[in-house]
């Protein structure tokens, strides 16, 4: 009984919710690489420094969303993160002005 529950898992795939150009979120097998802060419109690598400070402090778990890839981010109107991509951040600003 124990073998068939291990099968049991092994064919369930895991799926990730991920967001994608149009905003809206979408189900994927593979999870992103990118994660985003959505009232301010930034993404940035999962490991980011801020990030896992304001994760920390419980406020930034709710508003978090995932990208599969940095043009999916660039695409939904997301910015760098000035932390912990801070020379994609400095192109960005640059171009704003």
């Known amino acids: ?4 529950n291990e099968k049991s ?3 369930r795939k ?12 979408y189900q994927s097998d593979t999870p992103g690489i990118f994660g985003g802060y959505r ?11 801020s990030a896992l400070r304001a994760i920390a402090k419980g406020g930034y778990v709710k508003h978090r969303v995932f990208f599969a890839d940095e043009q999916m981010a660039i695409s939904a109107s997301f910015r760098p993160c000035a932390v912990c991509m801070p020379e ?6 640059k171009k704003k002005r």
């Open 1 to 4: 009984m124990c073998k068939d």
């Open 9 to 11: 898992a092994e064919n």
């Open 14 to 25: 895991k799926t990730f919710t991920l967001l994608g150009a149009d905003m809206h979120p």
């Open 39 to 49: 009232p301010s419109k930034l993404y940035g690598r999962l490991d980011c420094p």
């Open 88 to 93: 994609k951040y400095a192109r960005w600003k």
